[in-house]
């Protein structure tokens, strides 16, 4: 078929409807984001598969494991710190098994572009015992996405793809292949399996083990791993997997001589092929995208004495953030490259910012006018657009862990005694994971307030779908039992400044749990409904 040029992100996407896939679930965040929008841009409303944003991860997974209980074909795909919050029923599902294919797409983000950590999802497919397929450009992207549905039902268990944000983010030719059709649903297997009683999973556990030699053998055979002994360099060789191995072929032509090499890009690691490598040489440079995974394991499971393995543990390459050629070429011995010196080009400080005329703003400007006569009190936030109230010139927030996590941050600074205890939550983020801990709250009558930015979108990673606004989040927070005389809608506009200065000391003042929505739509998401209207 005709090359066609995608971002990494898409090549998955094309990938798994041409699996035949049945349904896709997800929950935005960078760098993953774009295999949803690319599904659902491919599924013309919906016509050809199912593809839905979720309210969260964990459902998203869960909703994957039904179709695929089903016997139907799905996937589904978050960052990695979605995995996280996926981690339950991903561990889980392991031990039920898959019955139709079942591939989870996880994107790591080296370098923490826009994440706050740089966890990496190896280790997840590892403690899970699965099978994980590491692309290394996009092609292999688009070919091992497909593979990873066969494998899935060759093995009855999920299959883990990791990208990382290099390759989910750039654009390359992919030749797709001959699409399939949706299967028509397999037959059912045993209930039981699914139903992890201890009995079962105890079973079922052991069913999983005894694959691990099944897994082992597919890795040591596949041709995506791929072991290059050189009859010159016999002293020093690699060992190479994902995006990294880009960065190795670019450099290394540089080299006096070619070393042999061993390019990994599926997991369990083929330790075949490695014990295949070891005896040629006397030294090995570990070449990978994320943690030090393949270097412990080499470190771990091979008689390495008499050799020197580096990697990211002695320090040859970086302990974090992303690789680069040049951080290669450094590690493999090559002279520095050294660039054009840019010297009298005065570029300006761009730090990232609220947009002009964010509903955040005014919310902040009243919070802080507000918080004023209250010196003692804290503000913990959660993760959207509105976490940039941290940075000047608001300083409004003190706080940003994870997904939810501002609510019941906010409940243990009032069980501590901190007043007012206030949470900062967006309305997706609260629909994500701040529902449970607001009904924790209010089981406690805790004194404390939360306000719900509502700006009807998940605007930080290119305003999806809202499961948490407008109306039915008003009467959510009823069913929640948050009082009506102390839940609040304010419309954080310039010219109601003092009236929400005004509303929200007052429940600051008040004793017990109060809500106040801050309502007012994304500008963002507003100039794309006036640009085209639905
Ligand atoms: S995208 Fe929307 S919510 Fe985010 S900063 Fe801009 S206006 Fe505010």
Known sequence: MEKIVLLG??????????????????????????????????????KNYRAEWSVNEKVAYEEALGVSFAGKRAMVSFKHVGLNVAADPFINSAITGANGGLVVVVADDPGMHSSQNEQDSRYYADFARIICLEPTNHQEAYDMTREAFDLSERFGIPVMVRLVTRLAHSRSSVEPREPRPQNEGR???????????????????????????????YSEETNYNQLVLSSKGKKFGVVVSGIAYNYFKEVSAYLPLEPSYLKVSTYPFPVKKLHQLLPMVDEILVIEEGYPFIERFIRGVSDISGKTIRGKLDGSLPPSGELTPD????????PERVGLKVTDIKLANRPPQLCSGCPHIDTYKALNEALREFPRGNVFSDIGCYT??????????????????????????????????VAVIGDSTFAHSGIT?????????????????????????????????????????????IDKNHLKVIVPLPRNHQENVKIIKEELDYEGISVIIARRECIQSLGEKKRSPK
């Open 9 to 46: 992100d898409e090549a998955v996407a094309l990938a798994a409807v041409q699996a035949g896939l049945s349904a896709a679930y997800s929950y935005p965040g960078t760098p993953a984001s774009e295999i949803m929008e690319y599904l659902l841009r491919l599924s013309e409303g919906g």
């Open 187 to 217: 037959p059912y297997g045993n209930a039981q399996d699914w139903t992890l009683l201890p009995a079962n999973a105890r079973r079922r556990f052991k069913v999983l083990l005894d694959h691990q030699n099944s897994l082992q053998e």
């Open 327 to 334: 951080l290669v070429a450094k590690a493999l011995g090559l």
């Open 388 to 421: 940039l109230g941290a940075l000047p010139p608001f300083q409004a927030i003190k706080t940003c862990v994870c997904m939810g996590a501002s609510i019941s941050m906010a409940k243990g600074g009032a069980d501590a005694g901190i007043y007012p205890s």
């Open 437 to 481: 801990p607001l009904l924790d709250a209010v089981y406690s009558n805790t004194n404390m307030t939360v306000i719900i930015l509502d700006n009807g979108t998940v605007a930080m990673t290119g305003t999806q779908p809202s499961f948490g606004t407008g109306e039915p989040l008003d009467r959510l927070l009823i069913g929640l039992g």
